[in-house]
Protein backbone atom coordinates (compact mmCIF):
# COMPACT_ATOMS: atom_id res chain seq x y z
CA UNK A 1 0.00 0.00 0.00
CA UNK A 2 2.80 2.56 0.91
CA UNK A 3 4.55 1.94 -2.36
CA UNK A 4 1.58 2.82 -4.33
CA UNK A 5 1.21 5.78 -2.19
CA UNK A 6 4.79 6.48 -2.57
CA UNK A 7 4.03 6.12 -6.56
CA UNK A 8 0.74 8.35 -6.53
CA UNK A 9 2.71 11.14 -4.67
CA UNK A 10 5.94 11.48 -7.13
CA UNK A 11 3.25 10.88 -10.24
CA UNK A 12 1.52 13.60 -9.30
CA UNK A 13 4.18 16.24 -8.36
CA UNK A 14 5.94 15.09 -11.75
CA UNK A 15 2.52 15.73 -13.66
CA UNK A 16 2.63 19.39 -11.87
CA UNK A 17 6.25 20.01 -12.79
CA UNK A 18 5.60 19.45 -16.35
CA UNK A 19 2.39 21.80 -16.22
CA UNK A 20 4.57 24.48 -14.87
CA UNK A 21 7.38 24.14 -16.87
CA UNK A 22 5.01 23.85 -19.91
CA UNK A 23 3.15 27.33 -18.27
CA UNK A 24 6.70 28.83 -18.38
CA UNK A 25 8.05 27.73 -21.63
CA UNK A 26 4.60 29.08 -23.54
CA UNK A 27 5.06 32.25 -22.00
CA UNK A 28 8.62 32.71 -22.65
CA UNK A 29 7.62 31.54 -26.32
CA UNK A 30 5.50 34.93 -26.48
CA UNK A 31 7.29 37.27 -25.00
CA UNK A 32 10.77 36.57 -26.82
CA UNK A 33 8.73 35.85 -30.41
CA UNK A 34 8.15 39.83 -30.21
CA UNK A 35 12.46 40.38 -30.02
CA UNK A 36 13.23 37.92 -32.76
CA UNK A 37 10.28 39.10 -34.77
CA UNK A 38 11.70 42.71 -34.37
CA UNK A 39 15.58 41.31 -35.19
CA UNK A 40 14.50 40.11 -38.31
CA UNK A 41 12.27 42.76 -39.67
CA UNK A 42 14.17 44.23 -41.98
CA UNK A 43 15.30 40.53 -43.38
CA UNK A 44 13.16 38.76 -45.94
CA UNK A 45 12.78 35.67 -44.27
CA UNK A 46 9.60 33.29 -43.44
CA UNK A 47 7.96 33.92 -39.95
CA UNK A 48 9.41 30.22 -39.69
CA UNK A 49 12.35 31.25 -38.67
CA UNK A 50 11.86 33.57 -35.75
CA UNK A 51 9.78 30.92 -33.79
CA UNK A 52 12.35 28.38 -34.39
CA UNK A 53 15.05 30.36 -32.95
CA UNK A 54 12.59 30.93 -30.11
CA UNK A 55 12.07 27.24 -29.70
CA UNK A 56 15.64 26.52 -29.48
CA UNK A 57 15.90 29.56 -26.89
CA UNK A 58 13.47 29.17 -24.41
CA UNK A 59 14.87 25.72 -22.72
CA UNK A 60 18.05 27.02 -22.01
CA UNK A 61 16.00 30.23 -20.79
CA UNK A 62 14.35 27.45 -18.38
CA UNK A 63 17.11 25.97 -16.86
CA UNK A 64 18.04 29.39 -15.18
CA UNK A 65 14.13 29.62 -14.04
CA UNK A 66 14.52 25.96 -12.79
CA UNK A 67 14.62 26.65 -9.26
CA UNK A 68 11.76 28.86 -9.20
CA UNK A 69 9.50 26.24 -11.33
CA UNK A 70 10.32 23.46 -8.54
CA UNK A 71 9.23 26.15 -6.16
CA UNK A 72 5.79 26.68 -7.78
CA UNK A 73 5.33 22.99 -8.57
CA UNK A 74 5.79 21.92 -4.94
CA UNK A 75 3.95 24.89 -3.77
CA UNK A 76 1.22 23.74 -6.31
CA UNK A 77 0.72 20.42 -5.78
CA UNK A 78 1.08 20.34 -1.74
CA UNK A 79 -1.91 22.90 -1.69
CA UNK A 80 -3.85 20.19 -4.28
CA UNK A 81 -2.96 17.80 -1.41
CA UNK A 82 -4.24 19.91 1.02
CA UNK A 83 -7.16 21.00 -0.16
CA UNK A 84 -8.22 17.82 -1.79
CA UNK A 85 -8.09 16.56 1.56
CA UNK A 86 -5.59 13.97 0.49
CA UNK A 87 -2.60 15.26 2.66
CA UNK A 88 -4.66 13.96 5.60
CA UNK A 89 -5.38 10.53 4.06
CA UNK A 90 -1.52 10.17 3.55
CA UNK A 91 -0.85 10.87 7.39
CA UNK A 92 -3.50 8.04 8.13
CA UNK A 93 -1.14 5.97 6.06
CA UNK A 94 1.57 6.72 7.99
CA UNK A 95 3.21 9.28 5.95
CA UNK A 96 4.28 12.35 7.97
CA UNK A 97 4.96 16.02 6.41
CA UNK A 98 8.63 15.32 6.70
CA UNK A 99 8.43 12.02 4.54
CA UNK A 100 6.37 13.81 2.39
CA UNK A 101 8.51 16.49 1.98
CA UNK A 102 12.02 14.10 1.86
CA UNK A 103 10.02 12.11 -1.02
CA UNK A 104 9.30 15.33 -3.22
CA UNK A 105 12.50 16.86 -2.19
CA UNK A 106 14.71 14.12 -3.47
CA UNK A 107 12.97 13.80 -6.68
CA UNK A 108 13.98 17.85 -7.34
CA UNK A 109 17.02 17.03 -6.33
CA UNK A 110 17.39 14.02 -9.00
CA UNK A 111 15.89 15.57 -11.43
CA UNK A 112 18.45 18.53 -11.19
CA UNK A 113 21.32 15.90 -11.85
CA UNK A 114 19.39 14.73 -14.81
CA UNK A 115 19.60 18.11 -16.11
CA UNK A 116 22.55 18.87 -16.23
CA UNK A 117 23.65 15.61 -17.31
CA UNK A 118 21.09 14.92 -20.07
CA UNK A 119 19.70 18.04 -21.13
CA UNK A 120 21.65 20.65 -20.39
CA UNK A 121 24.20 19.60 -23.26
CA UNK A 122 21.12 19.30 -25.67
CA UNK A 123 20.31 23.06 -24.91
CA UNK A 124 23.73 24.02 -24.96
CA UNK A 125 23.79 22.71 -28.64
CA UNK A 126 20.57 24.84 -29.56
CA UNK A 127 21.59 27.58 -28.36
CA UNK A 128 25.18 27.61 -29.96
CA UNK A 129 22.92 27.24 -33.01
CA UNK A 130 20.77 30.00 -32.19
CA UNK A 131 23.49 32.46 -32.05
CA UNK A 132 25.70 31.17 -35.12
CA UNK A 133 22.18 31.70 -37.04
CA UNK A 134 21.40 35.05 -35.49
CA UNK A 135 24.52 36.32 -36.36
CA UNK A 136 24.83 35.51 -40.18
CA UNK A 137 21.57 37.56 -40.01
CA UNK A 138 23.23 40.33 -38.25
CA UNK A 139 23.88 43.67 -40.06
CA UNK A 140 26.79 45.26 -37.73
CA UNK A 141 29.03 42.24 -36.96
CA UNK A 142 32.54 44.06 -38.06
CA UNK A 143 34.27 42.43 -35.64
CA UNK A 144 35.17 39.06 -34.82
CA UNK A 145 36.59 37.51 -31.29
CA UNK A 146 36.56 33.54 -30.62
CA UNK A 147 38.43 30.83 -28.85
CA UNK A 148 39.10 27.71 -30.44
CA UNK A 149 41.80 24.47 -30.52
CA UNK A 150 44.11 26.86 -32.37
CA UNK A 151 44.02 29.87 -29.87
CA UNK A 152 42.54 33.14 -29.81
CA UNK A 153 41.59 34.90 -33.15
CA UNK A 154 40.75 38.26 -33.42
CA UNK A 155 39.35 40.35 -36.64
CA UNK A 156 38.77 43.93 -36.61
CA UNK A 157 38.25 47.37 -38.40
CA UNK A 158 40.59 49.80 -38.69
CA UNK A 159 40.95 52.82 -40.20
CA UNK A 160 43.76 51.71 -42.78
CA UNK A 161 41.45 48.36 -44.00
CA UNK A 162 41.68 45.39 -41.17
CA UNK A 163 43.50 43.44 -38.95
CA UNK A 164 43.45 40.17 -38.04
CA UNK A 165 45.47 38.95 -34.41
CA UNK A 166 46.09 35.21 -33.78
CA UNK A 167 48.01 34.11 -30.83
CA UNK A 168 48.55 30.46 -29.78
CA UNK A 169 48.45 30.73 -26.15
CA UNK A 170 47.15 33.42 -23.40
CA UNK A 171 47.55 33.42 -19.95
CA UNK A 172 45.94 36.13 -18.14
CA UNK A 173 46.77 39.46 -19.64
CA UNK A 174 50.35 38.32 -21.93
CA UNK A 175 49.43 36.30 -25.52
CA UNK A 176 52.15 34.57 -26.43
CA UNK A 177 53.50 33.67 -30.23
CA UNK A 178 51.23 36.54 -31.65
CA UNK A 179 50.75 37.37 -35.53
CA UNK A 180 49.16 40.49 -36.53
CA UNK A 181 47.99 40.98 -40.48
CA UNK A 182 47.36 44.49 -41.49
CA UNK A 183 44.88 44.34 -44.43
CA UNK A 184 43.74 46.86 -47.01
CA UNK A 185 40.18 47.18 -47.67
CA UNK A 186 40.60 44.63 -50.74
CA UNK A 187 41.60 42.49 -48.13
CA UNK A 188 45.35 42.37 -49.77
CA UNK A 189 47.92 41.90 -47.38
CA UNK A 190 50.21 45.31 -46.42
CA UNK A 191 51.97 44.10 -43.32
CA UNK A 192 52.81 41.28 -40.72
CA UNK A 193 54.06 41.76 -37.56
CA UNK A 194 55.26 38.67 -35.22
CA UNK A 195 55.72 38.93 -31.74
CA UNK A 196 57.28 36.51 -28.72
CA UNK A 197 54.77 37.90 -26.27
CA UNK A 198 51.99 40.70 -25.87
CA UNK A 199 50.53 41.99 -22.78
CA UNK A 200 47.13 42.95 -23.65
CA UNK A 201 46.29 44.74 -20.05
CA UNK A 202 45.50 47.93 -21.84
CA UNK A 203 43.90 48.69 -25.54
CA UNK A 204 48.02 49.94 -26.61
CA UNK A 205 48.98 46.36 -26.57
CA UNK A 206 52.80 46.30 -25.35
CA UNK A 207 54.38 43.61 -27.62
CA UNK A 208 58.20 42.12 -26.98
CA UNK A 209 60.42 40.86 -29.65
CA UNK A 210 59.09 42.27 -32.84
CA UNK A 211 59.63 41.03 -36.21
CA UNK A 212 57.49 43.67 -39.03
CA UNK A 213 57.25 42.29 -42.45
CA UNK A 214 55.93 44.86 -45.07
CA UNK A 215 55.15 44.63 -48.79
CA UNK A 216 55.85 47.68 -51.40
CA UNK A 217 55.49 47.67 -54.65
CA UNK A 218 55.73 43.75 -54.27
CA UNK A 219 59.05 43.75 -52.06
CA UNK A 220 59.09 42.37 -48.77
CA UNK A 221 60.85 44.33 -46.27
CA UNK A 222 62.06 42.77 -42.67
CA UNK A 223 62.76 44.85 -39.30
CA UNK A 224 63.49 43.38 -35.96
CA UNK A 225 62.33 45.50 -33.25
CA UNK A 226 62.39 44.76 -28.92
CA UNK A 227 59.05 46.86 -28.17
CA UNK A 228 56.30 47.62 -30.52
CA UNK A 229 52.97 49.07 -29.55
CA UNK A 230 49.64 48.21 -31.45
CA UNK A 231 46.48 49.48 -31.03
CA UNK A 232 43.12 47.54 -30.83
CA UNK A 233 40.00 47.70 -29.90
CA UNK A 234 40.53 44.99 -27.24
CA UNK A 235 42.03 44.11 -24.00
CA UNK A 236 41.58 41.63 -22.12
CA UNK A 237 38.86 42.78 -19.67
CA UNK A 238 36.81 42.99 -22.93
CA UNK A 239 38.04 40.11 -24.34
CA UNK A 240 37.28 37.80 -21.44
CA UNK A 241 34.36 39.92 -20.89
CA UNK A 242 32.94 38.14 -24.70
CA UNK A 243 33.71 34.88 -23.12
CA UNK A 244 31.44 35.49 -19.45
CA UNK A 245 28.23 34.08 -21.44
CA UNK A 246 29.12 30.04 -20.85
CA UNK A 247 25.48 29.00 -22.33
CA UNK A 248 27.33 27.31 -24.77
CA UNK A 249 28.90 25.81 -22.91
CA UNK A 250 27.67 22.48 -21.51
CA UNK A 251 28.17 20.99 -18.02
CA UNK A 252 29.84 17.45 -19.07
CA UNK A 253 32.13 19.99 -21.67
CA UNK A 254 32.98 22.50 -18.34
CA UNK A 255 33.61 19.31 -16.09
CA UNK A 256 35.64 16.96 -18.61
CA UNK A 257 37.12 20.04 -20.40
CA UNK A 258 38.35 22.42 -17.80
CA UNK A 259 41.78 22.36 -18.30
CA UNK A 260 41.87 22.59 -22.10
CA UNK A 261 39.25 25.42 -21.88
CA UNK A 262 42.12 27.37 -19.62
CA UNK A 263 44.97 26.57 -21.75
CA UNK A 264 42.64 28.37 -24.46
CA UNK A 265 42.52 31.17 -23.00
CA UNK A 266 39.57 31.17 -20.37
CA UNK A 267 39.15 32.81 -17.38
CA UNK A 268 39.38 30.61 -14.66
CA UNK A 269 37.10 32.51 -12.58
CA UNK A 270 34.26 32.48 -14.63
CA UNK A 271 34.96 29.08 -15.41
CA UNK A 272 35.18 28.30 -11.63
CA UNK A 273 32.02 30.58 -11.24
CA UNK A 274 29.67 29.09 -13.98
CA UNK A 275 30.51 25.31 -13.06
CA UNK A 276 29.84 25.99 -8.98
CA UNK A 277 26.36 27.55 -10.47
CA UNK A 278 25.68 24.65 -12.13
CA UNK A 279 26.70 22.04 -9.67
CA UNK A 280 24.36 24.08 -6.96
CA UNK A 281 21.11 23.55 -9.28
CA UNK A 282 20.30 20.31 -7.77
CA UNK A 283 20.54 21.46 -4.22
CA UNK A 284 19.01 24.76 -4.89
CA UNK A 285 15.92 22.58 -6.19
CA UNK A 286 16.48 20.48 -2.63
CA UNK A 287 15.80 23.92 -0.57
CA UNK A 288 13.11 25.33 -2.49
CA UNK A 289 11.14 22.75 -2.14
CA UNK A 290 11.97 22.58 0.85
CA UNK A 291 10.83 26.23 1.13
CA UNK A 292 7.71 25.78 -0.72
CA UNK A 293 6.83 22.92 2.00
CA UNK A 294 7.18 25.07 5.04
CA UNK A 295 4.60 27.34 3.28
CA UNK A 296 1.83 25.24 2.55
CA UNK A 297 2.29 22.00 4.93
CA UNK A 298 1.82 23.93 8.04
CA UNK A 299 -1.46 23.07 8.50
CA UNK A 300 -4.49 20.57 7.15
CA UNK A 301 -7.37 22.95 6.71
CA UNK A 302 -8.82 23.91 3.16
CA UNK A 303 -7.81 27.55 2.75
CA UNK A 304 -7.43 30.79 -0.08
CA UNK A 305 -4.47 30.18 -2.59
CA UNK A 306 -4.31 33.37 -3.56
CA UNK A 307 -3.02 34.22 -0.17
CA UNK A 308 -0.15 31.28 -1.15
CA UNK A 309 0.39 32.45 -4.34
CA UNK A 310 0.98 35.86 -3.39
CA UNK A 311 3.11 34.80 -0.62
CA UNK A 312 4.78 32.55 -3.31
CA UNK A 313 5.68 35.16 -6.09
CA UNK A 314 7.75 37.48 -2.96
CA UNK A 315 9.34 34.54 -2.19
CA UNK A 316 10.28 34.33 -5.30
CA UNK A 317 11.08 38.06 -5.56
CA UNK A 318 13.25 38.02 -2.93
CA UNK A 319 15.08 34.93 -3.60
CA UNK A 320 16.18 36.44 -6.95
CA UNK A 321 17.21 39.83 -6.13
CA UNK A 322 19.25 37.56 -3.41
CA UNK A 323 20.69 35.25 -5.97
CA UNK A 324 21.87 38.92 -8.30
CA UNK A 325 23.47 40.39 -4.91
CA UNK A 326 25.07 37.53 -4.18
CA UNK A 327 26.78 37.25 -7.82
CA UNK A 328 27.25 41.05 -7.48
CA UNK A 329 29.28 40.97 -4.16
CA UNK A 330 30.98 37.99 -6.50
CA UNK A 331 32.09 40.56 -9.58
CA UNK A 332 32.98 43.36 -7.31
CA UNK A 333 35.72 41.15 -5.15
CA UNK A 334 33.91 41.22 -1.87
CA UNK A 335 33.68 37.44 -2.31
CA UNK A 336 34.58 34.76 -4.54
CA UNK A 337 32.40 34.09 -7.61
CA UNK A 338 32.59 30.36 -6.56
CA UNK A 339 31.26 31.03 -3.60
CA UNK A 340 29.09 33.72 -4.37
CA UNK A 341 27.04 30.43 -6.15
CA UNK A 342 26.44 28.80 -3.18
CA UNK A 343 25.43 31.71 -0.53
CA UNK A 344 21.91 31.77 -1.81
CA UNK A 345 21.55 28.11 -1.38
CA UNK A 346 23.49 27.86 1.85
CA UNK A 347 21.21 30.81 3.39
CA UNK A 348 17.72 29.37 2.52
CA UNK A 349 19.05 25.79 3.57
CA UNK A 350 19.88 27.22 6.69
CA UNK A 351 16.26 28.91 7.13
CA UNK A 352 14.42 25.54 5.75
CA UNK A 353 16.18 23.13 7.92
CA UNK A 354 14.60 24.99 11.07
CA UNK A 355 11.34 25.49 9.52
CA UNK A 356 11.58 21.61 8.12
CA UNK A 357 11.60 20.94 11.78
CA UNK A 358 8.38 22.94 12.61
CA UNK A 359 6.39 21.87 10.35
CA UNK A 360 7.22 18.12 11.09
CA UNK A 361 6.33 18.07 14.78
CA UNK A 362 3.12 19.51 13.61
Known amino acids: MKNILFSYLLSGYLKTFLKVTLIFYCFGLILNLFEEIEFFKNVSNSILLPITLTA ?27 NSKDLLSLKVFGFSNFKIFISIALTSFLLGWIVLFAINPITSAMIKYYEKTKSEY ?22 IGHQII ?16 HLDDDYSLIKRIHAKTANISKNKWDMKEVTISTIENGISK ?15 EKITGLFRNFDTMSFLELLLNYKDLQNKGYNKIYLDQNLNSMMSIPF ?21 NFTYIFTGLVACVIIYYFKDLSLALGQTNRISLSLAAWIPVLAIGLFSSIGILQINEK
Do not use: C, Q
Request: hydrophobic share 50%.
Open 166 to 181: SADETKIDILKNVTVF
Open 56 to 82: LFIPNMIIKLLPFIVFISSMWFLLSLR
Open 284 to 304: FLFIMTALASILTMNTLKKSN
Open 138 to 159: SLDIDHLVTINKNGLWIKENID
Open 222 to 236: EEKLENYYLISKYNH
